[in-house]
């Protein structure tokens, strides 16, 4: 058994799914629209099998979370990139882009080497050795 994928609302699909391709080398499946609803959606996978829904549809409120606040429910979508200078790396790429950092890379309490970003809807990213 395994995690088949996770799905993130989105109010702008294109612009969420340029950031995972263009940050953890998602690979975008073709968009899916229903014309009826208009939800519109893509499935990127990634490298290791792992899959991320992207969707959006103008029904769908605005999350009333503060995404600088941790709170109960699903918090955040990890990325292993394969080392330290990797996570470094990608850390900083983000930053110079003007993604916000919400925790530098550190050695967590339990021995993680992460830092956490935020998406450019304020979604959470880990992104681990």
């Given at each position: 058994?395994?995690?088949?994928?996770?799905a993130?609302?989105?109010?702008?699909?294109?612009r969420?799914?340029?950031?995972?391709?263009?940050?953890f080398?998602?690979?975008?499946?073709?968009?899916?629209?229903n014309?009826?609803?208009r939800?519109?959606?893509?499935?990127?996978?990634?490298?290791?099998?792992?899959?991320?829904?992207?969707?959006?549809?103008?029904?769908i409120?605005?999350?009333?979370?503060?995404?600088?606040?941790?709170?109960?429910?699903?918090?955040?979508?990890?990325?292993?990139?394969?080392?330290?200078a990797?996570?470094?790396?990608?850390?900083?790429?983000?930053?110079?882009d003007?993604?916000?950092?919400?925790?530098?890379?550190?050695r967590?309490?339990?021995?993680y080497?992460?830092?956490?970003?935020?998406?450019?809807?304020?979604?959470?990213?880990?992104?681990?050795?």
């Amino acid at each position: 058994m395994f995690i088949a994928h996770v799905a993130i609302w989105t109010h702008n699909l294109e612009r969420l799914k340029t950031f995972y391709e263009t940050y953890f080398e998602g690979k975008a499946g073709g968009k899916y629209t229903n014309r009826n609803t208009r939800f519109e959606s893509y499935f990127l996978s990634f490298e290791s099998g792992a899959r991320l829904e992207i969707m959006q549809m103008p029904t769908i409120p605005n999350s009333m979370n503060d995404p600088q606040a941790q709170a109960t429910g699903l918090i955040h979508i990890s990325f292993s990139v394969g080392s330290e200078a990797a996570v470094d790396a990608l850390v900083e790429r983000l930053r110079l882009d003007q993604y916000f950092i919400c925790e530098e890379p550190r050695r967590t309490g339990d021995g993680y080497y992460e830092s956490v970003i935020f998406d450019p809807d304020g979604n959470r990213i880990e992104i681990t050795v």
